[in-house]
C-alpha cells in the first residue's frame, strides 16, 4: 500500500472512532440520566396515564381441571378480566337506602342487583347485558383451583350434621365463584395492573375498595340432597369436581384417591354478598350478608329459593358469650340459635322461610358452610399480604385459645376497612410488631390475598413477595454471588414472620379443633 493510501485508510479509522466514542458518550450520558434531556424523554407527558406493556392475559381455569371434550361438550368458564382502568362514577342504587330500617329489603335488592343480567346467562357473565361483573385473577392455581365449567374453586369440607341432623354423608365438599361489580373490578385492576408484579398498596390505606363496590359468591355441595330438607327441589350445576373432599372416597376402599376428577351435580346451598358502603351506622365501612337455598319453598325459578340469613355490619366487639355456638345438628329437633343481644348482627328469625341452621360464634352471622366458631366479618377484615394472621384463632397449632379471652376477641374487633389486621400475640393479644415486610390491607377480600399469595407461590422472586424462607434476605449476599465475589459467611438469620393458609377452615393439618 502507497503511503497516501495508508494515510487515507488511517483518517477514515479516526473518523470512524471519533464517532463511535462520541455514540457512545451519549448512551452512557442517558444510561446514568445524567443529561436534562435523556432525563426529559423517559418521561411521560404530563397528565398521561403511565402505560404498562401489553399484559398476558390470566388463565380462566386449572388445565388440569377443565373436563376432557370426550365426556363434556358444554360451555367452558371465561374469566372476566377487562377490569376498568378508570374509576366507574356511578352507585348501585340500593346503596342510599337505609340497610338497617328494613334489612331483608335491603338485602334483597343486593339480591335483585347481583341477579339482573345474570339468570338468563347462567351467571356466565361475559353475556349479561345488563352490567359487567368481574372475577378475580390467580384463583385457578394449585390443587383448590378453578375448574372449567363455572370457574369453581374447592373450599371447606362439609362436616357430617352440619347442613341438618339427618345428613350422615362426612365427606362432602363445598366448591364456589365470586363476582366484582365494576367498582370492585377497578380495583383488582388497579392492583393486577402489572400481571408480573400485583401492587397491594392499591387495596391499602389510603386506597381500598371504593364506596359501591358489591362482591358476591355462589356456594355449592355435593351432599346428597336426600339427606337435608332445605335441598329438596334442588339448584343444580354440573362442575368437573374431586369424587369427594378427601380421599379415600369410600370407606371399603382405603387404596382409591380423588384423581381424576369427575363430573358432578353440585346443590346451591349458599349465596354471600359484601357491600362497600359509607352509611355512618357500619362502623367497618362493609356489610357482610348470607342467603340460604330453601328449596321447600319450591319457587319455579330455583334462584328465588335464595332467603336472607342475616346481615352483619360489625363484630360485636365486646360480646364474649358462647351459649348460642352451635356447632353441628345433633338431635332431632334441628333449630336456629338466635342471639337477641347482639347489636351488629340481625338474622331472619322467619321458620317457615329460612331452614335451621348453624350461625356464627355466638350468634354472629355465618352461612351454613361457613365455619361455626367465627363470622363472615372476622374472618373477612384478616385480608392482607402477607396472610401474617390465622383467619380464626381455632386454626393456630398448640393448645387451643378460650373463646371469648382477650387473644380471642382480637379476631372480634371492628377494623376499619382497607386497615391491615397485622397479627396479635398469645396469650393476651398484644399485636405483633416488626413484621416485614409490612402488612398491606387487601380490603377485606380474602379472594385478593389469595391472588398474590399464588402469585408468589409461583414467581417467589417478584418485588412484591417475601423472601422465601431459607434465602438470603440482603441483596449484597446475592449481588457477591451474582458478580463471583467470595461467597459471603452463613450468619443467623432475623426470625421471619409465620404466613398463614387462607382456608375457610382449620387446614388439613390441623384437623378436629372444632
Ligand atoms: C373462616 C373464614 C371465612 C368465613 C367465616 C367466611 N368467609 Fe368469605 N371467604 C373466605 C375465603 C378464604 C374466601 C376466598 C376464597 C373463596 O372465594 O372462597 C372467601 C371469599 C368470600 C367472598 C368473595 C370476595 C373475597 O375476595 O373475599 C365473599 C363475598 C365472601 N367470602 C363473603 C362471606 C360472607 C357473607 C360470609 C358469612 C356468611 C363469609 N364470607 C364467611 C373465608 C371466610
Same mark, same amino acid.
Given at each position: ?183 370492585? !373490578?377497578?380495583?383488582? !385492576? ?129 360480646d364474649r358469650g358462647d351459649t348460642y355456638t ?35 360464634w355466638n350468634g ?9 366458631v ?28 378460650k373463646r371469648g ?39 377485606? &377480600?380474602?379472594?385478593?390475598?389469595? &391472588? ?63
Amino acid at each position: 500500500m502507497s503511503q497516501q493510501g495508508m494515510n487515507a485508510a488511517l483518517l477514515k479509522r479516526l473518523v470512524l472512532c471519533l464517532a463511535l466514542l462520541l455514540l457512545g458518550g451519549i448512551l452512557v450520558a442517558r444510561h446514568l440520566g445524567g443529561g436534562e434531556h435523556g432525563a426529559a424523554a423517559s418521561e411521560p407527558p404530563p397528565g398521561a396515564a403511565q402505560k404498562l406493556a401489553a399484559q398476558p392475559a390470566f388463565p380462566s381455569a386449572n388445565p388440569q381441571f377443565i373436563p376432557p371434550p370426550s365426556i363434556y361438550s358444554g360451555p367452558l368458564f371465561v374469566l372476566s378480566q377487562n377490569y376498568p382502568t378508570e374509576r366507574p362514577n356511578t352507585r348501585p342504587d340500593f346503596l342510599s337506602s337505609d340497610f338497617k330500617a328494613d334489612w331483608k329489603a335491603y338485602m334483597m335488592k343486593v339480591r335483585d342487583y347481583c341477579f339482573e343480567g345474570n339468570l338468563d346467562v347462567d351467571f356466565r357473565v361475559e353475556h349479561n347485558k345488563t352490567r359487567a361483573w368481574y372475577h378475580m385473577p390467580w384463583q385457578d392455581y394449585g390443587p383448590q383451583g378453578r375448574e372449567g365449567i363455572h370457574g369453581l374453586t374447592k373450599e371447606a369440607r362439609v362436616q357430617v350434621q352440619q347442613l341438618a341432623s339427618s345428613q350422615t354423608y362426612n365427606n362432602g365438599q363445598t366448591y364456589a365463584v365470586g363476582f366484582f361489580n365494576d367498582l370492585g !373490578g377497578y380495583t383488582i !385492576g388497579q392492583v393486577w395492573a402489572d400481571h408480573m408484579n400485583p401492587d397491594p398498596s392499591k387495596s391499602s390505606r389510603p386506597n381500598g375498595f371504593p364506596i359501591g363496590t358489591v362482591i358476591f359468591k355462589l356456594l355449592f355441595v355435593d351432599v346428597p340432597p336426600t339427606q337435608v330438607k332445605s335441598l329438596t327441589n334442588p339448584k343444580q350445576w354440573q362442575a368437573y369436581v374431586d369424587t369427594c373432599y378427601k380421599a379415600p372416597c369410600d370407606p371399603q376402599q382405603p387404596n382409591n384417591s380423588n384423581n381424576p376428577r369427575v363430573l358432578k351435580q353440585m346443590s346451591l346451598i349458599q349465596m354471600d354478598i359484601a357491600v362497600r358502603t359509607d352509611d355512618k351506622q357500619a362502623p367497618t365501612g362493609w356489610l357482610f350478608g348470607t342467603f340460604q337455598y330453601n328449596g321447600a319453598l319450591g319457587r319455579p325459578n330455583g334462584w328465588e329459593n335464595l332467603i336472607p340469613v342475616g346481615l352483619m355490619w360489625g363484630n360485636d366487639a365486646t360480646d364474649r358469650g358462647d351459649t348460642y355456638t352451635q356447632t353441628s345438628f345433633t338431635g332431632p329437633n334441628d333449630q336456629t340459635k338466635i342471639n337477641p343481644k347482639l347489636k351488629e348482627t340481625v338474622i331472619n328469625d322467619d321458620p317457615n322461610e329460612l331452614p335451621p341452621t348453624h350461625l356464627g360464634w355466638n350468634g354472629r352471622l355465618n352461612g351454613p358452610v361457613d365455619n361455626p366458631v367465627s363470622s363472615c366479618m372476622s374472618c373477612h377484615m384478616t385480608a392482607q399480604f402477607p396472610s401474617y394472621a390465622a383467619l380464626n384463632p381455632s386454626f393456630l397449632p398448640g393448645p387451643q385459645t378460650k373463646r371469648g379471652s382477650n387473644f380471642w376477641m382480637k379476631w372480634f374487633q371492628d377494623i376499619d376497612c382497607a386497615t391491615p389486621f397485622g397479627n396479635y400475640l398469645p396469650p393476651n393479644g398484644a399485636p405483633q410488631t416488626g413484621l416485614n415486610p409490612s402488612p398491606l390491607s387487601t380490603d377485606f &377480600s380474602l379472594q385478593l390475598s389469595i &391472588s398474590i399469595t399464588n402469585f408468589c407461590a409461583a414467581n417467589p422472586h417478584a418485588p412484591v413477595c417475601p423472601p422465601p424462607a431459607g434465602e438470603s434476605e440482603d441483596a449484597s449476599d446475592k449481588a457477591a454471588v451474582i458478580l463471583g465475589g467470595a461467597r459471603p459467611r452463613a450468619r443467623p438469620r432475623a426470625k421471619r414472620a409465620v404466613v398463614h393458609p387462607i382456608v375457610r377452615d382449620v387446614p388439613e393439618s390441623r384437623p378436629n379443633r372444632r
